[in-house]
Nanobody, 122 residues
């Protein structure tokens, strides 16, 4: 049983900043990679940022230079610092944990959080 809980979403004006957090709980041994996805109204879900266990990162072109992803392995937590927010960033942001190793299990699984709403007003 693994749960991912996001926090930090909310309403912010264009040009402002928000910091999202996602904490994974359970009998977790390790998480290979963690990522943030988002889905705006009437749009497909897209990858925003991803970070591996070795701290390699990837970003969507639309957020490069504005967003920064980081993680704290000891706390099984991933963060997304969002600066210079634009109305186009409005979406539900989902946390993802990939290839999660759990104590007593021979399988690695992928988990999703329930999402947190980010709304950027113009």
């Amino acid at each position: 049983q693994v749960q991912l809980v996001e926090s930090g979403g909310g309403l912010v004006q264009a040009g402002g900043s928000l910091r999202l957090s996602c904490a994974a709980s359970g009998s977790i041994i390790s998480i290979n990679a963690m990522a943030w996805y988002r889905q705006g109204p009437g749009k497909q879900r897209e990858l925003v940022a991803r970070i591996t266990s070795g701290d390699s990162t990837n970003y969507a072109d639309s957020v490069k230079g504005r967003f920064t992803i980081s993680r704290d392995n000891a706390k099984n937590t991933v963060y997304l610092q969002m600066n210079s927010l634009k109305p186009e960033d409005t979406a539900v942001y989902y946390c993802n944990a990939d290839r999660v190793r759990i104590s007593g299990s021979y399988w690695s699984l992928n988990y999703w959080g329930q999402g947190t709403q980010v709304t950027v007003s113009s």
